[in-house]
T-cell receptor, first 113, second 112 residues
Framework: DAGVIQSPRHEVTEMGQEVTLRCKPI?????LFWYRQTMMRGLELLIY????????DSGMPEDRFSAKMPNASFSTLKIQPSEPRDSAVYFC???????????FGEGSWLTVV | AQSVTQPDIHITVSEGASLELRCNYS??????LFWYVQSPGQGLQLLLK??????LVQGIKGFEAEFKRSQSSFNLRKPSVHWSDAAEYFC??????????FGTGTSLTVIP
């Protein structure tokens, strides 16, 4: 079975550029999560969707970050403009809603120079 | 306050030795409990989970974990560690309403 699919796996971009990270959740899962992982702050929940609707975006660091889920099989996390402090690994995860088990993608390694 | 605590930031064990990684949580009710493993450059992979019933749960790669309600703990164990087990291990708690809380992780080094 296909797991959570994220793209790109790695991205290096210059400060000020727009970055778009993509995620395809596991088919049939109705919840989707975006996490950010850094050495300093560990794993942070940025936002999660349930049935394509954003439920909790309190973890989104600032207005430069936005996330969308136009349908059940696709989500994006956008950073505009990007800054060096946004360098991190961004994970997408999905959950079927049954007994709350979430499954992670392989992550998108973002470096902003 | 709700929290998941992994008191050991880093553990080093010899290959073939036994392993126990600690996890404590503080919530009012018994939550769903998970252990994930993250190998370098990889995502988090589910090792095992506890929802109810038998308090000793078996997972993949020879890992097991025991839920102890009286201690609010869910420690991960493996009787004999392999070099390939070197990774970061995360304990997590799931509550109703898609709330998940992760510990800060324990980094495992395996010495040949």
């Amino acid at each position: 079975d296909a797991g959570v699919i994220q793209s790109p796996r790695h991205e290096v971009t210059e400060m000020g550029q727009e970055v778009t990270l993509r995620c395809k959740p596991i088919s049939g899962h109705n919840s989707l999560f975006w996490y950010r992982q850094t050495m300093m702050r560990g794993l942070e929940l940025l936002i999660y969707f349930n049935n394509n609707v954003p439920i909790d975006d309190s973890g989104m660091p600032e207005d430069r970050f936005s996330a969308k889920m136009p349908n059940a099989s696709f989500s994006t996390l956008k950073i505009q403009p990007s800054e060096p402090r946004d360098s991190a690994v961004y994970f997408c995860a999905s959950d079927s809603g049954f007994r709350n088990t979430i499954y992670f993608g392989e992550g998108s390694w973002l470096t902003v120079v | 306050a709700q929290s998941v605590t992994q008191p050991d930031i880093h553990i080093t064990v010899s290959e073939g030795a036994s392993l126990e990684l600690r996890c404590n949580y503080s919530y009012g009710a018994t939550p769903y409990l998970f252990w994930y493993v993250q190998s370098p450059g990889q995502g988090l992979q589910l090792l095992l989970k506890y929802f109810s019933g038998d308090t000793l749960v078996q997972g993949i790669k020879g890992f097991e974990a025991e839920f102890k309600r009286s201690q609010s703990s869910f420690n991960l164990r493996k009787p004999s560690v392999h070099w390939s087990d070197a990774a970061e291990y995360f304990c997590a708690v799931g509550l109703t309403g898609n709330q998940f809380y992760f510990g800060t992780g324990t980094s495992l080094t395996v010495i040949p």
